[in-house]
């Protein structure tokens, strides 16, 4: 997107022998039918990288967001907007990742980091499909100029204030994501889907407001916009990887078949401690947990749910 | 699901030669594989149908509300929960459905009428498979009697207090669902898909919170839950409809081809005619109505959306 609007890229990766296929081909192995277009660096110093940049965007996984940022900090610390991409929660601080990136870099750079998140495909993206996604920064300034950055005619980049709100979105909804995975994969069709993205949704937010979210942005682009995406398409890690669950594979198994990080599986950790931390009932993330790492059988995981005491659908 | 609880069932319709099928087969001819199990009994006397009732459950179409009401009315008012299942506003008055009949019955019959909306599949429900959805009455007491007699333990009914919020919703996303159709119909992708959903509920949860509506509703069963089973499945009709009109059918040979009725196209006047009295944006909504009504080419409605001028993500 960037080096479509004419920005100049450098691309950092550590993987030497993806840096050398990047050169030659400028295919991204896992998208194989787009060649990238535009003014993109690829690197393997993060030196070189960091050097005269007026954006830094990070896009790792959330385990990889503090060692990076370590190496990064070694080097020099930014003055220029810092944006992350990856959706997850620190599992073992249950930090969102821009708060896992001041603490690592300082309060100086907190008016200037910020997230983009929403529902977007790369593969989408990259072949100018009409994308709808959200940013939101510490500092509302920088929210600005991230979405000018990022905004083109068929990728719209809408601001928030709520920056906690919408990494907690993105990151929990790959948790609801493998419980629809899981539901496909039992076959209980598009009810029980559609159920379980609308209470998956409502202990998300219950989750995020203890954490200081506002209810309204786990409705919009991160959040519900993420859940449509993650829980409907067949090319969805997280849902795939529920999908194979449920057939039985072992937790490696269904790992190996997806050879993607399933970021999902470690939200669901972080997620199910901080919901009993702040006593949040979350049952879905809780019998995800169950069933991924407590050798649950998905049909008592389901039976449970559905004797569980029925509430007034807001509380 | 009634009948399966033991309850006495009359089944009320119109259609001498429909009642006969049912009578014969105890098959619904749009549900083949489905043979109704329990005590129902089939019948085509308004008077038959209302006699000793303990709740009268509707189920025809939003247009046939007033119709069939005022012929209820003139047999007997009755004494007991009167529960509204279509989904739709009234297009002449942009009432919900409950409104419609209070104001045929008269004031005395509110408190016991509610309505049941959200998710499911009748195939589904039928089948036993999991399905959650939600009740709401102008009374609570109301809306306990119903989650009571239709909860079973795979139909689980939640009770809401906001009667119009459940409403709203459940009609509001038929709009949304063609919108969604009309987007596969021209191949636009799932990120397309899921930022549709979002800003579809974004505009539906306005124009609904305008009309009184709580905006947490809109987030809940009737709304969220409706849409994500409606605008992801084949075999929703009004997703159906968007598709086929997207590639090119004119408006009644759609119509014919889908056979049933089509509720989103009616639904539609109806918000568009209620968002333009109260000022309330619905730039989906508009679309929809444009391409349906107005001949308006399904790619230049897409440019138009992409071009809006970016605001706030929750204003």
Redesign the interface.
């Known amino acids: 997107v960037l080096a479509s609007k004419g920005h100049e890229v450098v691309s950092w990766t550590t993987n030497e022998h993806l840096a050398s296929v990047l050169k030659r081909t400028r295919i991204q192995p896992f998208l194989p039918n787009q060649v990238s277009q535009g003014n993109i660096h690829i690197t393997t110093n993060l030196a070189e990288a960091l050097s005269g940049i007026d954006m830094l965007v990070e896009s790792v996984t959330a385990a990889g967001i503090r060692p990076v940022f370590e190496q990064v900090k070694a080097l020099r610390v930014p003055d220029c907007p810092i944006v992350l991409t990856s959706k997850g929660i620190e599992q073992s601080s249950g930090s969102i990742l821009p708060e896992v990136a001041v603490e690592v870099l300082g309060e100086s750079i907190r008016d200037q980091t910020g997230a983009l998140s929403g ?3 790369a593969e ?2 990259i ?1 100018g ?4 996604v ?1 940013a939101s920064a510490y500092d509302p300034k920088a929210t600005m100029q991230i ?1 000018d950055t990022f ?1 083109t ?2 990728f ?6 709520d920056i906690t709100g919408i990494c907690y979105g993105g990151a929990l909804k790959n948790v609801i994501a493998i419980a629809c995975g899981i539901a496909d994969g039992l076959s ?8 379980l ?3 998956g ?2 202990e998300i ?1 219950k989750l995020a407001v203890a954490n200081g979210s ?4 786990l ?3 991160s959040g ?3 859940l ?2 993650t ?3 067949p ?1 969805s890690r997280n849902f795939r990887f529920g999908k194979l669950i449920a057939q039985g594979y072992p937790l490696k198994a269904a790992l190996e078949e997806i050879k993607m990080v399933v970021e999902g599986i470690y939200t669901c950790v972080a997620a199910w401690e901080l919901a009993q931390k702040l006593d949040v009932p979350m049952p879905i993330t809780e019998a995800v947990h169950e069933i991924v790492y407590g050798g649950m059988n998905p049909y008592a995981a ?1 039976e449970i ?3 569980r005491p ?5 509380q």
Chains 1, 2 share one sequence.
Request: glycine letters at 8%; hydrophobic letters at 30%.
């Open positions: 529902p977007g495909y989408e993206v072949r499909l009409p994308t709808s959200v979405c905004t005619q068929t719209r980049v809408y601001p928030n204030t209980l069709g598009w009810s029980a889907r559609a159920a993205m609308t209470r949704l409502h937010r506002k209810a309204e942005t409705g919009g682009l519900m916009g993420d449509c995406m829980c409907s398409s090319t389901v749910l559905m004797k029925i509430k007034e659908e807001n």
